[in-house]
DNA sequence: CTTAATGATTAACC
DNA sequence: GGTTAATCATTAAG
């Protein structure tokens, strides 16, 4: 955008001021004066006998040129060789130069400075992220499971979906870099022999460097819109790939029998507010093995279900609530044991909720424990902090609950 | 095969 | 940001 200055400096239309400057153009002029400027005489010119033998030669010149195309390639290669060799070229070379001065201050402005697709852009860092392009190796599969995971955790035993999941994405990243690679072989192939090309062009029409460059730019454009195709398709097996191996959706695993016994005594233990602390949540993850949002998935997906029926729970209910009240009463013996059974709680609180497993049905059970907030659970997780949720405390959570259905009162019920 | 159970996702809500 | 309620998709059970 800055060199190129015309060279008729403030005269931008510059007709006939610009061949003062240009050797050629006198030695043109010498040999092939203007029509209308041949009346003139033939003034400058070395000799009559001379002068018609140069008018002649361009002539010629200008007719072989013409015609070079119309030949067989090794006559042309010939006739351009002999072009070459003749007298008349440098003349003629810098009237191509003068020529393409002046035209090109027209193309100049065509072009300048592509604003970066987004598109691309965005394509390059999903790739990245995915692990697909970047580095080498290992570490970038496995920064993509990570991240692919990051919300819903992986859990210890799932190594084996993802060592498949691993080796598809490896293979992705293969087929991407070696077509990658040809298509970057390919472009700089074709740019070298372009450039050849021009070089080669260039002892018989003036090529400047600008223009080789503009060349240059134009084909990496070229290809780096098939790369976009490429990184396109790619990104598109990545997703696809990923949907079929990550979607914890369809590759849903029950929670271990463990981890469900120990989510089931939280939640039966804090029947009055069933909602896990940040605290309590990670304590649970931890001993389940499982993230923080299974946790809250898991107490989310119980409320709702034990809320919507819960005479369907009763027996759990009941069966966990004698596990806790067993484990409080064992545990009286030992009170400082901090392990996963739970330590140090009282056989008469521990089982305080079991009896919110049969509530009078109209929400009014909360009444019982507006005292005794689980001295169970306070050992169990001494950290724990109760929900900010305050007004579910008074054990109002479920106080909507709308009772299963009018036919659904079975027999042991009336327990 | 059908059905129940279950973990995850989603939109609407506060 | 966490919850609820509805829903989806998979798994386990019949």
Redesign the pocket.
């Known amino acids: 955008m800055l060199q190129q200055q015309p060279l008729t400096g403030n005269r931008p239309n510059g007709r006939g001021l610009g061949m003062n400057t240009h050797p050629g153009l006198h030695a043109l002029n010498a040999v092939h004066p203007p029509s209308q400027h041949r009346s003139e005489g033939e003034t400058g010119l070395e000799g009559s006998e001379n002068g018609l033998e140069s008018r002649r030669d361009i002539g010629d010149i200008l007719q072989q040129i013409m015609t070079i195309t119309d030949q067989s390639l090794d006559e042309a290669q010939a006739k351009k060789h002999a072009l070459n060799c003749h007298r008349m070229k440098p003349a003629l070379f810098s009237v191509l130069c003068e020529i393409k001065e002046k035209t090109g201050l027209s193309m100049r402005s065509a072009q300048e400075e592509e604003p970066q697709d987004p598109q691309l852009v965005r394509l390059d860092n999903m790739l990245l992220a995915e692990g697909v392009a970047g580095p080498e190796k290992g570490g970038g599969a496995a920064a993509a499971v990570s991240a692919a995971t990051s919300?819903?955790g992986m859990s210890p035993d799932s190594s084996l979906e993802h060592s498949d999941y691993k080796s598809k994405l490896s293979q992705i990243r293969n087929i991407y870099h070696t077509e990658l690679e040809k298509y970057e072989q390919a472009c700089s192939e074709f740019t070298t022999h372009v450039m050849n090309l021009l070089r080669e062009q260039s002892r018989t029409r003036p090529v400047s460097p600008r223009e080789i460059e503009r060349m240059v730019a134009i084909i990496h454009r070229k290809f780096s819109s098939i790369q976009t195709q490429l990184k396109q398709s790619t990104c598109e097996a990545v997703m696809i790939l990923r949907s079929r191996f990550l979607?914890?959706?369809?590759?849903?695993?029950?929670?271990s029998k463990q981890a469900?016994e120990v989510l089931n005594e939280y939640f039966y233990s804090h029947l009055s507010n069933p909602?896990p602390s940040?605290e309590a949540k990670e304590e649970l993850a931890k001993q389940c093995s499982i993230t923080l949002?299974?946790v809250?998935?898991?107490?989310?997906?119980k409320?709702?279900?034990y809320?919507k029926n819960i005479s369907?729970f009763q027996e759990e209910a009941n069966i966990y609530a004698m596990k806790t009240a067993i484990g409080a009463t064992q545990n009286e013996d030992s009170p400082h044991t901090p392990n996963s059974t739970g330590s140090g709680s009282f056989s008469l609180s521990g089982s305080a909720d079991l009896f919110l497993g049969a509530p009078p049905m109209n929400g009014e059970q909360a009444a019982y424990h507006m005292g005794a907030q689980d001295p169970v659970a306070q050992s169990r997780f001494p950290d724990r902090l109760y929900?900010p949720r305050e007004s579910r405390t008074n054990g109002s959570?479920q106080e909507?609950a709308t009772p299963p259905s009018p036919g659904s009162d079975h027999s042991e019920n009336s327990n």
């Open positions: 919300s819903g979607d914890a959706r369809r590759k849903r695993r029950n929670f469900t909602y940040e949002s299974q809250s998935n898991w107490f989310g997906n409320r709702i279900r809320k369907k929900s959570w909507q």
